[in-house]
């Protein structure tokens, strides 16, 4: 069964720092998604990139977000000055085609902005 | 815009006692409705995607059906592991993301 992964699993830092988090798609996938779940809410996107950029982007992905695939495996998601309300379970997800929006998701990543 | 309300929120059974959880979703028009398992702590676990209405999906003890308006994923003699957050997500049209609901919380009680 073909998974994505995400590093780290758990990442502190303070206000203010930046942080990447990193993700591995599935190797034949195209289309790549982040996804945000604050503690005990619902799962919500944040954005989705193909062909080197952006498709898609939500209301909570504004300018301290950016995204990047530096090389033929990675696809990070940059935050340059975390805040408090950033804290949270970070998601990365691929799918082959934009009509079967992900079937897989990463474990995640765990934010604490302290 | 597109809207998706599970219930209920939380729902605790003993082993053996089959249910269903409700998945209500308002879209522009449905691509396909999701059903994922999320543990604590890890990401969505896939399990189902249904196109269209009347169609229905069965995995071990789950079983998943979509009308025009809701799914449906129904539990039959649930275990412990069963024990789970479960997820229900649409998708509206080609590039738009996955909107999700809040999810059922199971707790089945040995």
């Known amino acids: 069964e073909p998974e994505v992964t995400q590093t780290p699993s758990h990442q502190v830092t303070q206000m203010g720092q930046e942080v990447i988090l990193r993700c591995v798609p599935i190797?034949?996938?195209?289309?790549f998604y982040w996804y945000r779940q604050i503690l005990g809410q619902k799962v919500e996107f944040l954005v989705s990139?193909?062909?080197?950029?952006?498709?898609?982007k939500s209301e909570i992905f504004d300018d301290q977000f950016s995204v990047e695939r530096p090389d033929g495996s990675n696809f990070t998601l940059k935050i340059r000055s975390t805040k408090l309300e950033d804290s949270a379970m970070y998601f990365c997800?691929?799918?082959?085609?934009?009509?079967?929006?992900?079937?897989?998701f990463g474990p995640g990543t765990r934010l604490t902005v302290t | 815009e597109d809207q998706v309300t599970q219930s209920p929120e939380a729902l605790r059974l003993q082993e053996g006692e089959s249910s269903s959880l409700n998945c209500s979703y308002t879209v522009s028009g449905l691509r396909g409705l999701f059903w994922y398992r999320q543990d604590p702590g890890k990401g969505p676990e896939f399990l189902f995607t249904l196109y269209s209405a009347g169609e229905e999906k069965e995995k071990e003890r789950l079983k998943a059906t979509l009308t025009k308006k809701e799914s449906f994923l129904h539990i039959t003699a649930p275990k412990p592991e069963d024990s789970a957050t479960y997820l229900c997500?649409?998708?509206?049209?080609?590039?738009?993301?996955?909107?999700f609901g809040k999810g059922t919380r199971l707790s089945v009680i040995a």
């Open positions: 190797s034949n996938h195209l289309y």
């Open positions: 997800a691929s799918s082959e085609t934009p009509d079967r929006p992900s079937r897989y």
């Open positions: 990139f193909y062909n080197n950029e952006i498709s898609e």
């Open positions: 997500a649409v998708h509206s049209s080609g590039n738009t993301p996955l909107v």
